[in-house]
């Protein structure tokens, strides 16, 4: 038997082959759409994934002001983040942050779904969100996906 085929292939950032991925987000779940842009930004697709290595791909997502959320989340669920300063809490539902900045509420989903260490902080480095049905990677020549 040949044991030398049954070598276990770790990736590294030299052997990695990334893509460019755009998905448009009109009419999707945010937490559906999240969770795949999180397993395709990750690399967990892919069978040379490496948990330690950043091995995915770059998803440029579209239309992110045009995303869906089941239920009551849109008037009851809150998102917090806090300034810095005594006092500073501030509190804000996805009704109101689609109309100020759309492009954060996915930005926040996906977030939550990636590891929270320097890996994660790397890979977040791959999302490109826009509101809007334009985007200016289209010099990376990117695949068109739907999940």
């Not at 085929?5 to 755009?22: C, D, G, L, M, P």
């Not at 300034?83 to 759309?102: N, W």
């Not at 954060?104 to 790397?122: C, Q, T, Y």
């Amino acid at each position: 038997m040949n044991t030398l085929s049954y070598k276990t292939v770790s990736a590294n950032k030299s052997t990695v082959n990334k893509e460019w991925i755009v998905v448009d987000a009109e009419g999707e779940i945010l937490g559906r759409l999240s969770s795949q842009i999180a397993k395709v930004i990750r690399g967990k697709h892919k069978p040379s994934y490496t948990p330690h290595v950043d091995c995915g791909d770059n998803v440029i997502v579209i239309n992110a002001d045009k995303v869906k959320l089941t239920g009551n989340k849109l008037n009851d669920k809150v998102y917090s983040r806090y300034t810095g300063y005594p006092g500073g809490q501030r509190f804000i539902s996805p009704k109101q942050l689609l109309a100020k900045h759309p492009e954060r509420i996915v930005e926040s989903a996906v977030r939550g779904m990636l590891p929270k260490n320097r890996l994660g902080r790397a890979l977040f480095k791959n999302l490109y969100v826009y509101a809007g049905g334009e985007h200016p990677h289209v010099a990376q020549g990117p695949k068109t996906v739907k999940f």
